[in-house]
């Protein structure tokens, strides 16, 4: 089955960028979907099909997929960013559906 | 707006099963793909599989094989899932999640459930 790694940290100081990667083999063929998780709560999608963004979602949050690697670009970062982030894509040969293994992003 | 809310928490034996509910309002139920997730402590987010009205029928990931029944009651708007011979290691938070396919055909997940914590234990 498709695989999905992820790093499992990312620390950034406040007002710098954050990116999170999200590798898998020839990912750039596929569609990548961002999602981000506070403590206690469900996963809210951030970012859509690679780079689009959910009504709602600030400007700040971008993303990006190329080759082996998929990357979720956080701007301007703020300490309610502070969350863990998971990339998902869909394996059309199985219909199945995979996440990455996650990262936290820690705000310095 | 589409709301999902699921069942409340549940203990667990171990041997035994169990089955969260996820009550759909909002949207048509009829026409949209209900997932099942779950995160066991301190872990990440796993997929179990799904059910879809289009195609009447669920799939699950292969390590859930005989172990995971998912269903939907589209009378009620309701969607099941169903775990047997529950171990430890399926404590967890389940989450079941409203599924949708845009342009890019790649399916995501654009509404959650509040999740439901089930308790294997002895």
């Known amino acids: 089955s498709f695989v999905l790694t992820q790093p499992p940290s990312v620390s950034v100081a406040p007002g710098k960028t954050a990116r999170i990667t999200c590798g898998g083999n020839?990912?750039?063929?596929?569609?990548v979907h961002w999602y981000q998780q506070r403590p206690g709560q469900a996963p809210l999608v951030v970012i859509y099909?690679?780079?689009d963004r959910p009504s709602g979602i600030p400007e700040r949050f971008s993303g990006s997929n190329s080759g082996n690697t998929a990357t979720l670009t956080i701007s301007r970062v703020e300490a309610g960013d502070e969350a863990d982030y998971y990339c998902?894509?869909?394996?059309?040969?199985?219909?199945?559906?995979?996440f990455g293994g996650g990262t936290k992003l820690t705000v310095l | 707006q589409v709301q999902l809310v699921q069942s409340g928490a549940e203990v667990k034996t171990p041997g035994s099963s169990v089955k969260v509910s996820c009550k759909a309002s909002?949207?048509?139920?009829?026409?949209?793909?209900i997932n099942w997730v779950r995160q066991a402590p301190g872990q990440g987010l796993e997929w179990m599989g799904g059910?879809?009205?289009?195609?009447?029928?669920?799939i699950h990931a292969q390590r859930f094989q005989g172990r995971v029944t998912i269903t939907a009651d589209y009378f009620t708007g309701t969607a099941y899932m169903e775990l047997s011979s529950l171990r430890s290691e399926d404590t967890a938070v389940y989450y079941c999640?409203?599924?949708?396919?845009?342009?890019?055909?790649?399916?995501?997940?654009?509404?959650w459930g509040q999740g439901t914590l089930v308790t294997v234990s002895s």
């Open positions: 999640a409203k599924e949708t396919v845009g342009a890019g055909a790649a399916p995501y997940f654009d509404h």
């Open positions: 909002g949207g048509s139920f009829s026409r949209y793909a």
């Open positions: 059910i879809n009205p289009i195609f009447g029928k669920g």
């Open positions: 020839n990912i750039g063929s596929k569609s």
């Open positions: 099909y690679d780079s």
């Open positions: 998902q894509v869909w394996d059309s040969s199985s219909d199945h559906r995979m």
